[in-house]
Each structure stands twice: as C-alpha cells, then as structure tokens.
C-alpha cells in the first residue's frame, strides 16, 4: 500500500520561503506522476504543480508561477515543492498526490490521482 507524508509546513512572513517535502513509500515511486494541490478554509481543493515520473516535465498554476518550483528525487522517494514569495493568499493546507497509473486525465484535476498524503498547513501572515 503506497503511502504520502507531507513534511515541511509552518508559519512564514509575507515575502518568505518553504518547502514542502513528500516522501513516498510501499511503491514505485519513481514510476508515478505528483502533484501538489492545496485547500484554504471554506474553498475547495486546487491544483498547484505537477510533475511527470521522470521529472521531464512540470506545471504550474497561474497562481504560482515564477514562485513555486516542483522537483523530484526518484532515489529518495520523494517530492519537493520549493515556494518562495509567499503571499497571504498562498495560507491552505497543502496535499501531495500520486498517480501510480500515469493516467491522461489532466494534471490539475483531482481524479487523476489515486493516493493523497495527509497534508501540511501553511500559513503566511501579513
């Protein structure tokens, strides 16, 4: 049974820097595609990043962009999100997402993944 851990999660300063980690383990890692997605109190859940299982290729939300970078170590299980920049607005619980499958659906929808770690909560003040 494939399992997600988020890690990395905390209070930061508008301007500020994260990264969220996600160690996978009980798979293949390396043979999924990721995803990042986050929910703020009272909204529904939101897509982030994604990354292909090789790493060859990564999206981004509009919303992120040229802020947040997603990366992938394959020999350590794990996944990254480095977020810089922070914003207020950027305040959620984050998820990590696997897609063992490597499905076509779209990066940025839900159903594309199967397994979901438990989240982190980030928070940046004002």
């Known amino acids: 049974q494939v399992q997600l851990v988020e890690s990395g999660g905390g209070l930061v300063q508008a301007g500020g820097s994260l990264r969220l980690s996600c160690a996978a383990s009980?798979?293949?890692?390396?043979?999924?595609?990721m995803g990042w997605f986050r929910q703020a109190p009272g909204k529904e859940r939101d897509f982030v990043a994604a990354?292909?299982?090789?790493?060859?290729?990564?999206y981004y939300a509009d919303s992120v962009k040229g802020r947040f970078t997603i990366s992938r170590d394959n020999a350590k299980n794990t996944m990254y999100l480095q977020m810089n920049s922070l914003k207020p607005e950027d305040t959620a619980v984050f998820y990590c997402?696997?897609?063992?499958?490597?499905?076509?659906?779209?990066?940025?929808?839900?159903?594309?993944?199967?397994?979901w770690g438990q989240g982190t909560q980030v928070t940046v003040s004002s």
């Open positions: 990354i292909s299982w090789g790493g060859s290729s990564t």
């Open positions: 997402a696997a897609d063992p499958r490597r499905r076509s659906t779209g990066v940025g929808r839900l159903d594309k993944y199967d397994i």
């Open positions: 009980g798979g293949t890692f390396r043979f999924y595609d």
